[in-house]
């Protein structure tokens, strides 16, 4: 039990486009969706917090008209990145927690490598 | 507010032997303390949790962690590494920030094990 599926798992694509990562909890529902950045070899750095049907509270240095997440429904949540330069080349991960105490464990997708060119 | 500082960035064992990864936290209130495992390319594993209760708290493949408040430790072990075992580990503590309990990581150690 307890699956969270991110996608796409990679991506590729040109500078100045948009991109949408998706995060679905399969078989519970998330309260609460988190979105976490991880540079090469290095700890996750999370981006924001979310819960469904709330704005994200994003982490102090993260800009949040870059990075638009979206959690519109218990298993859904999305974050996109707009205007995608080679800096926002990274590996990006979401989590999703179910309850609203926080005393629930957070399950992890398996993650999106994103580059762009 | 809470921290984790996990020791030696790398630890290399041979197969079979004790696996040890340490973790010291800080935390002004009672800790939540987990441990993750990452295999490359993919996200995080939980493979055990201290909240209250027992300070041994036994997890999945054979890990264990030792909750010490005396010595703000959550020190991760194995008695024998397998070649699976060979991954990035991640210590973290819970915290409560702007109205979210959310998780703080160490920056990682990664496990290699050698035949």
């Known amino acids: 039990g307890a699956v969270v599926s991110q996608h796409p798992s990679w991506v590729i694509c040109k500078s100045g486009t948009s991109v949408k990562i998706e995060c679905r909890s399969l078989?519970?529902?998330?309260?609460?969706m988190f979105w976490y950045r991880q540079f090469p070899k290095q700890s996750l750095m999370l981006m924001a917090t979310?819960?469904?049907?709330?704005?994200?509270?994003?982490e102090q240095g993260v800009e949040k008209d870059k990075f638009l997440i979206n959690h519109a429904s218990l298993t859904l949540s999305t974050l996109t990145v707009t205007s995608a330069h080679p800096e926002d080349s990274s590996f990006y991960i979401c989590s999703a927690r179910a309850g609203t105490d926080g005393n629930q464990p957070q399950h992890f997708g398996d993650g999106t490598r994103l580059s762009i060119l | 507010a809470q921290s984790v500082t996990q020791l030696g960035s790398h630890v290399s064992v041979s197969e079979g032997a004790l696996v040890l990864l340490r973790c010291n936290y800080s935390s002004s209130v009672p800790p939540y303390l987990f441990w993750y495992v990452q295999y490359p390319n993919q996200g995080l594993q939980l493979l055990l949790k201290y909240t209250t209760g027992a300070t041994l708290v036994k997890g999945i493949n054979g890990f264990e962690a030792e909750f010490k408040k005396s010595e703000t430790s959550f020190h991760l072990t194995k008695p024998s590494a397998h070649m699976s075992d060979a991954a990035e580990y991640f210590c973290a503590v819970r915290a409560l920030s702007g109205g979210y309990n959310k998780l703080i990581f160490g920056a990682g150690t990664r496990l290699a094990v050698h035949p």
């Open positions: 979310s819960n469904e049907g709330s704005k994200a509270t994003y």
């Open positions: 078989d519970f529902q998330a309260t609460t």
